[in-house]
């Protein structure tokens, strides 16, 4: 269904949302940072910001989440869940790349033998509203990485940005509960031939240069090669990659205890971090920086797609843009397809 | 689950043994498990730890599990007094291929405290309802020291039965000591059990698993036959958390037990 938001409805609009959902939106915390928050005043919501440096990855997997509270009490101990979400969610504004990785990381998480239940409660109760993105950054590369930047896929609605207006459609049963939305109108032809236009305009941008597509088999061949002793190079271990990551999804699990009372909480974890795989004797199977850069890029590009059929990276760009020594994913992937790495003598830089 | 014995099993104070009780008779109806597979326990406030369960499905109605005093979880299950109550999240894990042994001899190799999973499959196949379904069952059991060896009492029982083969031997003996003095991966060289229908078990400290591999080579084991169980640090134990992974396999899920011609085709990252 092709319908259309005019752009001065849109508070009213968000403000209709907040009263029936806990409404869930970009929201700028300092100038240049913003995050996915719950929207308690439309005003709050900030679109400025062509994708939130924290992924919508938060809403399903926070950074850090209570699994269950626990009392001390002599011999009966008492444990209260806390997975339960009580009232329906709704996403908005996430881009197609983010949306991509939350079902990326759906298949982990919601699997056949093991459902997790935190995940997967938050997954069910919420609708989600893709937003387009027509000024994709020059670190983008969603199209090399399987998506693109109107990918519907995952999306119940999808928003494009049409300057007076935004153009809507309804693309699942979740969707079609608003066919009869007071604030959408009919769009006309103008509009298709207007998306039509924005769209071509963002594939040229984002382009399909990085050849991520065959990088599983290259990897298999590549084995323990030169590529793995200078990659890592640059890396010092910052770990800021893995958490910003939309698809990354490995977590801790600690008890924070207060005497008699506590929690046991889930951290996001980073397979960056020298600790993640350091064993109690003091065995490391992964002791250096090369071991670790090892595993998050064979887990994106190898060992995910042996599982899933797909790679573990969505194109998002955020782990160039955030890297704090400029190690680009890209750069990496490039290397791999080709004999002789231009460049790769002299490491990352 | 409660704590119902407890007891310190080598002379380092190192080792303890735990044996747990179901608060409801449902739980331990329900819980069944292979050997090899292995528990999440916890204590509240101090967090989980994943172990081999060390008793035998054919012991019903309690589990046991050997506990080596490592870390803050380890300590605190050190600690805890006999009636204390504990969590578990279990079983996990693939566990010994049982069935593929069926009809064949089985060679069990173990050293140190990594013997508990090794004492469950050793124990289910010398039940009477099972010693059947195996030929011949030999086991090589090493330890540093003689006051290092667990389940002391059984391995005399052991010792004294004619349908187990049992070499127990010790890196260092002390006065006491009557046994083999030697390497693990020597006495199974001086031993030299047939490969010929034959199944191989292997599990201790990775520098006596790198060691006996070649050994079992020569003895012209197949890689398909030579199975072993891996240790990972672990939190979820069900392929979620992501950290325990070899490649593209979860030690949690896959694992832990893999056999040799698995792990050739994994990355040397264990």
Not at chain 1, 148 to 155: E, N, Q, V, Y
């Amino acid at each position: 269904m092709k319908l259309k938001l005019n752009k001065k409805d849109f508070k009213p609009f968000l403000q209709s949302l907040i009263e029936e959902y806990d409404l869930f939106a970009p929201v700028q915390l300092v100038e240049g940072v913003s995050v996915f928050k719950k929207i308690d005043h439309p005003d709050e919501v900030d679109l400025s910001t062509p994708n939130p440096q924290k992924p919508a990855k938060e809403l399903f997997f926070p950074q850090s989440e209570t699994m269950f509270r626990y009392e001390k009490a002599g011999e009966k101990n008492k444990m209260t869940s806390t997975e339960e979400v009580k009232r329906e969610r709704i996403l908005f504004g996430a881009r197609p790349c983010d949306i991509e990785a939350i079902s990326i990381i759906e298949k982990v998480f919601v699997g056949e033998e093991c459902t997790d239940v935190y995940f997967f409660e938050k997954r069910k109760k919420t609708t989600i509203i893709g937003l387009g993105c027509n000024h994709p950054l020059s670190t983008c590369f969603c199209s090399s990485a399987g998506g693109d930047p109107f990918l519907r896929a995952g999306s119940d609605l999808f928003f494009i940005d049409l300057g007076e207006a935004y153009f809507v459609e309804l693309l699942t049963e979740k969707g079609m509960v608003f066919h009869k939305n007071k604030f959408f109108k009919e769009a006309d032809s103008k509009d298709l031939t207007f998306v039509k236009e924005l769209e071509e305009k963002a594939f040229e941008k984002v382009g399909y240069s990085i050849p991520v597509d065959g990088i599983e088999k290259r990897l298999n061949l590549m084995g323990e090669s030169l590529f793995w002793d200078r990659v890592h190079e640059i890396c010092m271990g910052c770990r800021i990659c893995t958490y910003l990551c939309p698809t990354c999804h490995c977590f801790d699990i600690v008890d924070e205890d207060e005497h008699q009372t506590g929690q046991r909480v889930r951290n996001w974890d980073s397979c960056l971090s020298s600790l993640y795989s350091l064993e109690t004797s003091g065995h490391n199977p992964r002791p250096t920086t090369r071991e670790r850069t090892h595993q998050r890029l064979m887990h994106k590009f190898n060992y995910y797609p042996k599982h899933f059929g797909q790679v573990a990276c969505v194109g998002c760009g955020r782990c160039i843009l955030y890297c704090p020594v400029h190690f680009d994913i890209r750069q990496a992937i490039l290397w791999t397809s080709s004999k002789r790495p231009r460049g790769l003598e002299g490491g990352m830089i | 689950m409660v704590i119902k014995k407890a007891y310190v099993e080598t002379t380092d104070r190192m080792l303890r043994t735990l044996e747990l009780s179901f608060l409801k008779e449902e739980d331990a109806k329900d819980f069944r498990f292979i050997p090899g597979q292995f528990c999440e326990l916890s204590v509240l406030g101090k967090g989980e730890a994943p172990f081999g369960i060390a008793s035998s499905p054919t012991e019903n109605g309690s589990l046991k599990f050997t506990i080596n005093k490592a870390g803050v979880v380890t300590t605190a299950l050190h600690h805890l007094e006999e009636g204390a109550e504990i969590g578990i999240r279990g079983p996990l894990g693939n566990g010994y291929p049982i069935d593929l042994f069926k009809g064949k001899n089985v060679l069990v190799i173990g050293g140190g405290f990594a013997f508990t999973t090794l004492r469950s499959l050793i124990a289910f196949f010398l039940h009477p309802e099972n010693r059947d379904k195996l030929k011949d069952l030999t086991v090589i059991y090493g330890a540093r020291m003689p006051g290092l060896l667990l389940y002391k009492e059984e391995l005399k029982d052991w010792e004294k039965r004619s349908d187990i083969k049992l070499l127990v031997t010790v890196d260092w003996g002390d006065k006491d000591w009557e046994g083999k003095v030697g390497l693990v991966p020597n006495v199974l060289e001086e031993v030299a059990p047939s490969s010929e229908n034959t199944y191989a078990v292997i599990c201790g400290p990775p520098i006596m698993i790198k060691f006996t591999f070649p050994k079992l080579m020569v003895l012209r084991f197949p890689d398909e036959r030579i199975y072993t169980s891996l240790e990972r640090r672990m939190k979820c134990g069900i392929g979620k958390c992501g950290r325990c992974n070899i490649g593209h396999l979860y030690v949690c899920k896959d694992g832990p037990v893999f056999n040799y011609a698995q792990l050739k085709k994994l990355p040397k990252d264990y």
